[in-house]
């Protein structure tokens, strides 16, 4: 996830998130569920949290020896200003010598705080041919502050422990935590987990396009991809590819309230099997307890006209709520939970799947790991990181280079 960005609308609601299985009673699960359940606390607790199950690739399209340009498709990042943009052209630089020369697919941008031409034309260059559209999502933070009342503004002062300060200005960088989170981060951060969890899904800027390749700003790609994971979500018509499952856990209240009163039926659990993430309803398993596990939320690919459908949306903007510069809902947990009611309301299978589990191996790191895998790390300082796979990747030191001096 991007270190800076802005607010969050959440209604201030009772109920907490919960990362614990509730204590609702485990009879009648069948065993293949029961034994998942008792596990994931282990599982979890130990980091392992993104095992690759095995391989199931039979009869689905996975890849072809030339790869095929695809109409509507972009591919995404978000930052908070142009002080990234060095970040920015590092991630594109490698995307670009791994898949996107061959590509040539736009590239967007997403900024809350506009950015000069100088680092608009740094990134362009990291791009080659491709396209660059740097874009500002939304209100500044003065727009923001404008359009609430009073007594928001000074909730607000308060959680980022401004109330004796009066002085003292809100800014994108301020730290603040909301009463029931252990989440203390800056009103940027917050902004971006609500961006991503439902504006950006119909923002004008991708209005064009059907298909959204996200990256965070700081993922770096180690090696040439083989398959085009583009290829593989068009051809099999999927809803989500995603690199890594699970990246936390959740378990709310409020939230299973939202999802019934949007959807008439309330995903209680996920769980992913052969490579495919798939989700249990409450009204089916009244004995399942409560618990999404959400998909990694640093490289995913989504089809955005399911994102954008009237259903989805409805629940998106209950899911955010209007607390502004909440953090307790992002958007890992708003990809999975639409992804696998989507599925479910079009009554199919096998329409969200693991990169890895079905041998699609793009080894982006982030975090320290690649491809979400705890097992697989990579180099943690990004110019090692350079350095350390140049060697091996023929170009990409003539290339990338001047993206990777310590600037």
């Known amino acids: 996830m991007i270190a800076c960005f802005t607010a969050l609308f959440a209604i201030v609601i009772s109920s907490t998130i919960n990362y614990t299985v509730s204590s609702t009673s ?36 996975l890849h ?77 933070l003065e727009e923001h502050l404008a359009a609430m009342s009073k007594e928001e503004v000074t909730m607000l ?7 004796n300060k009066t002085d003292e200005v809100l800014s994108w960088h301020h730290y603040c935590v909301e009463k029931g989170s252990k989440d203390r981060v800056s009103l940027g951060y917050g902004w971006q987990a609500e961006f991503r969890a439902y504006h950006i899904w119909k923002h004008q800027a991708l209005k064009n396009y059907k298909y959204m390749m996200w990256l965070d700003s700081d993922c770096r790609v180690g090696k040439e991809w083989d398959r085009d994971p583009i290829e593989i979500m068009v051809e099999n018509d ?27 039926m309330t995903l209680c659990y996920t769980k992913q099997r052969n490579g495919e993430l798939y989700g249990a309803m409450c009204e089916d398993r009244p004995n399942t307890p409560a618990l999404i596990r959400q998909v990694d939320g640093s490289h995913h690919i989504t089809n955005l006209d399911h994102y954008r459908k009237d259903v989805h949306q409805r629940f998106l903007k209950s899911f955010v709520g209007d607390y502004k510069f909440s953090r307790r809902f992002d958007d890992q947990i708003a990809v999975t939970i639409v992804a696998v009611m989507e599925q479910r309301l079009r009554n199919e299978t096998s329409k969200l799947w693991h990169e890895r589990s079905k041998n699609i191996t793009l080894k982006i790191a982030h975090h320290s790991i690649y491809d979400a895998q705890p097992k697989e790390k990579s180099p943690v300082n990004k110019y090692n990181f350079f350095h350390s796979i140049k060697k091996e990747w023929p170009g990409l030191g003539e290339r990338c280079g001047s993206f990777n001096d310590k600037k």
């Open 157 to 163: 002062r308060n959680r980022c422990s401004l109330e």
């Open 64 to 140: 072809s020896t030339k790869f095929r340009r695809y109409d509507g498709v972009v591919i995404v990042t978000k930052v908070l200003w142009d002080k990234s943009a060095h970040i920015v052209a590092q991630m594109v630089c490698y995307l670009t010598h791994a898949y996107n020369d061959k590509m040539k697919y736009d590239i967007i941008v997403f900024t809350t705080i506009p950015w000069t031409q100088e680092k608009i034309d740094l990134v362009q260059i990291a791009a080659g041919g491709a396209k660059v559209t740097v874009v500002v999502e939304g209100p500044s």
């Open 26 to 61: 485990q009879d009648n699960l069948d065993e293949d569920l029961l034994k998942d359940l008792q596990s994931s606390k282990i599982i979890e607790k130990q980091t392992k949290s993104n095992q690759v199950d095995a391989p199931a690739i039979a009869n689905t399209t």
């Open 238 to 264: 999927l809803t989500l590819m995603y690199s890594g499952y699970p990246s936390g856990k959740f378990s709310d209240a409020r939230t299973r309230e939202k999802l019934k009163q949007v959807y008439n």
